[in-house]
C-alpha cells in the first residue's frame, strides 16, 4: 500500500488549519495491473517457427532397389554465384542439355515448371527431382530450390550427393 501524507505548514497566520492526512489505497491498481499482465501473457501468440517437411529415404534398405527411368529425372546442381545448371536425363546422354539458370521465379521454376509439362507429356507420369548442392552454393539456394519445388507442386525430389562429373559440368559452364 502506498500513502501520500502532507504534512501541515505554518504560514504565519493566525488561524490554524486543520490539514487532513489523504490517504490513497493502491491495492486495487496494482491487482489490476497483475490482472492485465496476466491477460496479455496468456492470449499473445509467440512466433511460430516456420519449417519445411522433407522426407529422407530409409538407410536400412540397399541402393538400386527402385530403378529411375532417366526420362523423368531432373537433376538440378546447384552452383557458385546464386547459379545453377539443369539437365533432363542422364549427363552423358541428356534429354535436354545442360542449361544455366538462376533462382528467380523467371529461373529455376519457370524450368522446373516446362520439364515437368514435358515429362507428362511424353509419358504421362510425374518427374523426378534430384537436387545436388555443390561445395560452392550457398545454402538460402538450397532453401530456395525446395521451395521452387513446393510452388510447382513436384512431389518426387531427392537431396543427393554431388558427382565428379556434375562438378565437371558446373566447370564447363563458368559456375
Do not use: C, W
Request: charged share 20%.
Amino acid at each position: 500500500m502506498a500513502e501520500l501524507n502532507s504534512s501541515p505548514q505554518n504560514g504565519g497566520g493566525k488561524y490554524k488549519r486543520k490539514k487532513i492526512n489523504a490517504r490513497v489505497d493502491l491495492t486495487a491498481m496494482v491487482d489490476l495491473a497483475f490482472l492485465l499482465i496476466t491477460f496479455f501473457i496468456m492470449t499473445t501468440t509467440l512466433a511460430k517457427p516456420k519449417a519445411m517437411d522433407l522426407s529422407m529415404p530409409d538407410k536400412s534398405k540397399p541402393d538400386g532397389d527402385m530403378p529411375v527411368p532417366a526420362s523423368r529425372t531432373l537433376t538440378l546442381v546447384l552452383g557458385k554465384n546464386n547459379k545453377a545448371v539443369y539437365f533432363l536425363g542422364e549427363l552423358k546422354n541428356p534429354v535436354i542439355s545442360p542449361s544455366v539458370t538462376d533462382f528467380s521465379a523467371n529461373g529455376i521454376r519457370k524450368a522446373i515448371i516446362e520439364t515437368n509439362k514435358m515429362v507428362h507429356d511424353n509419358t504421362g507420369k510425374s518427374m523426378i527431382v534430384l537436387v545436388k548442392p555443390s561445395d560452392k552454393s550457398q545454402y538460402s539456394n538450397l532453401v530456395s530450390t525446395l521451395d521452387e519445388l513446393a510452388i510447382t507442386g513436384i512431389q518426387q525430389y531427392a537431396i543427393v550427393d554431388i558427382m565428379p562429373a556434375d562438378v565437371d559440368a558446373l566447370k564447363q559452364k563458368g559456375i
